[in-house]
């Protein structure tokens, strides 16, 4: 947790944050000569985002980006591949800040999705009251959320889709 690049991408740079690789952030009226955190790092996906042009998901690994990138939150999501998450860690996309973007699953499976966090009662593939998943999108009972105090199984939203969204 204390590598530059985790904290670049969701987006703390854009405050007054400076720090050292290694080390946890810290801001920058300590006085530590740490380096300010630079801006975000472009999205490593094919796309741009946009309704147009939207981010293409297709692997576990392009998946867990979606977790990683402040950038991605309002954007629109294409899944173009059924996907099997069993050997990928993943965290919930919105933990950043709320999804409010549209995630398009085009009537592929995602699979196997594993996220323990015993200690936290946001707990989801995605957090977020503003989420939007198109009805092409097909999660059945197969993602496995580990609470602090019991499982959850399913999509695993931590809030409930908006009304005439489920």
Not at 13 to 33: A, F, H, I, K, R
Not at 95 to 100: E, R
Not at 151 to 157: A, H, I, N
Request: glycine share 10%; with cysteine; proline share 8%.
């Amino acid at each position: 947790m204390k590598t530059l690049t985790v904290f670049q991408n969701a987006g703390w740079g854009s405050c007054d944050w400076v720090m050292t690789d290694g080390e946890y952030p810290q801001l920058d009226w300590e006085g530590t000569g740490a380096a300010p955190i630079p801006a975000p790092e472009s999205v490593p996906l094919s796309g741009s985002g946009t309704e147009v042009d939207p981010y293409h998901v297709g692997s576990a690994d392009e998946l867990a980006i979606l977790s990683w990138h402040v950038a991605v939150l309002d954007k629109h999501i294409l899944l173009t591949a059924d996907v099997d998450c069993a050997s990928e860690t993943l965290y919930p996309i919105g933990d950043l800040g709320p999804f409010s973007g549209v995630f398009n699953g085009t009537g592929h499976v995602v699979r196997n999705v594993s996220i323990d966090q015993p200690v936290s009662d946001r707990i989801g593939l995605f957090l977020s009251s503003h989420l939007l998943i198109l009805p092409e999108m097909f999660c059945p009972a197969i993602c496995d959320l580990t609470r602090h105090r019991r499982p959850d199984r399913g999509l695993g939203l931590h809030h409930p889709l908006p009304a005439g969204r489920g």
